[in-house]
């Protein structure tokens, strides 16, 4: 069972235009949500995170958008660039003193057309 | 800065032979963490370790085993592989055993080739 859901699969948006991806959870526990970016044969890359006691994050051009009651989160790219084309990943974790892992969404593919 | 270190970058096994991975932590991140992603797909969590003692364990095969040294450096190793544990084999690291709150860095990844 997939706990984190994403959407579009793949996405492709002129240069300029803004990206949406979204993603849903199950797990009311959890309680951090990062975004990453990953190049090919790279590693993923934190590009920003939200806890859920805040309904939105701005990081430059990246937003996090949060919606506790609909358990959903969704990471909004303002004015695109062929540089942003990757794939990106939500992810959530738990919360605890000792390490936790993340559970990833399944991924949305990017293109930037120029 | 320092970052999260793989090696080796690429590797290519036959069938029932054993493989190693080596990761090497940021200096000071006692926490570390094992992911596996095949070709197209998302990371899956594989097993970590918080001061030297397995901490959580996720979808790891009996086939591995890992362990995390003085170091802090840590070892996952394969045996008998099969052509599907062909994938991209990441270590990611985080300090004082938390993510929410700390970023978890990844390494840059290892290729691992079964044939």
């Known amino acids: 069972q997939q706990q984190v859901k994403q959407s579009p699969q793949s996405l492709i948006v002129q240069k300029g235009g803004i990206s949406i991806i979204n993603c849903a959870y199950e797990?009311?526990?959890?309680?951090?949500f990062p975004w990453y970016q990953q190049f090919p044969g790279k590693g993923p890359a934190l590009l920003i995170a939200i806890r859920p006691d805040v309904s939105e994050k701005k990081e430059g051009r990246f937003t996090i958008s949060f919606n506790k009651s609909a358990k959903q989160f969704s990471l909004h790219i303002m004015d695109s660039q062929p540089g942003d084309s990757a794939t990106y990943f939500c992810?959530?974790?738990?919360?605890?003193?000792?390490?936790?892992?993340?559970?990833f969404g399944s991924g949305t593919q990017l293109t930037v057309l120029p | 800065a320092a970052g999260v270190i793989q090696s080796p970058r690429h590797l290519i096994k036959e069938k029932r032979e054993t493989a190693t991975l080596k990761c090497y932590p940021i200096?000071?991140?006692?926490?570390v963490y094992w992911y596996q992603q095949g070709p197209g797909q998302d990371p899956q969590f594989l097993i970590s370790f918080y001061e030297k003692m397995q901490s959580d364990k996720g979808s790891i095969p009996d086939r591995f085993s890992a362990q995390q040294f003085s170091d802090y450096h840590s070892e996952l190793n394969m045996s008998s592989l099969e052509l599907g544990d062909s994938a991209l084999y990441f270590c990611a690291s985080t300090p004082n055993g938390r993510i929410s709150g700390n970023t978890i860095y990844f390494g840059e990844g290892s290729w691992l080739t079964v044939v």
């Open positions: 797990n009311t526990a959890f309680d951090y």
């Open positions: 200096p000071r991140h006692d926490t």
């Open positions: 992810a959530a974790s738990l919360p605890g003193g000792s390490a936790r892992q993340l559970t």
